[in-house]
């Protein structure tokens, strides 16, 4: 994988369902993983930042996992709600400290 | 905390003109600013990372001599596309770190961003 790559690009999502999406990473020069929380005319928020392979993060009904050997990340959201509604990025930095970004995922809650 | 605005929001400009964006750390100081681009259904794409006080450092492809790049205090940095072409319209957005220290230092807090349209 030479670029951050997330899939799928958008999902429609049932009020009260779960989800999951993806993000893939190059693992060379891996220094964390991040992943952004983005709603519209708003500045992305950060939901969190994973380094260690195995990590596993949650803030509220949301966590993310991390497997830096095989380069991805998972993220969860529980029991989805109208607000939950955005487009979520992640985002690799390296040993720069310089942040590649996937193009996102786009969530629809539907009521 | 943590927050930085972006001025303007979004603005149109003619042909040939040149357009400044500022982005400004509201409630620390920013070591680092960093300037990314957006095209439709793209990834935001790092464009120069400016350090208080220094030269800004571009990333491959982007002309320096286009994208002016000023970060002249610890709260604010500012972008100016000089002599704008309608293949510059795009979404910019900035971003601040402390970066003084220590892992969460270098965290990245985004301002909301600016739509450029160039006619």
Redesign the interface.
Known sequence: ILNVEQSPQSLHVQEGDSTNFTCSFPSSNFYALHWYRWETAKSPEALFVMTLNGDEKKKGRISATLNTKEGYSYLYIKGSQPEDSATYLCARRSNDYKLSFGAGTTVTVRA | GAV?SQHP?WVICKSGTSVKIECRSLDFQAT?M?W?RQFP??????MA?SNEGSKATYEQGVEKDKFLINHASLTLSTLTVTSAHPEDSSFY?CSA?P?TGG?SS????????TRLTVT
């Open positions: 930085v929001s680092t960093f990314y259904k793209q990834s935001l794409m790092l990372t957005i770190s970066g892992f270098y965290e990245q807090y985004f301002g909301p961003g």
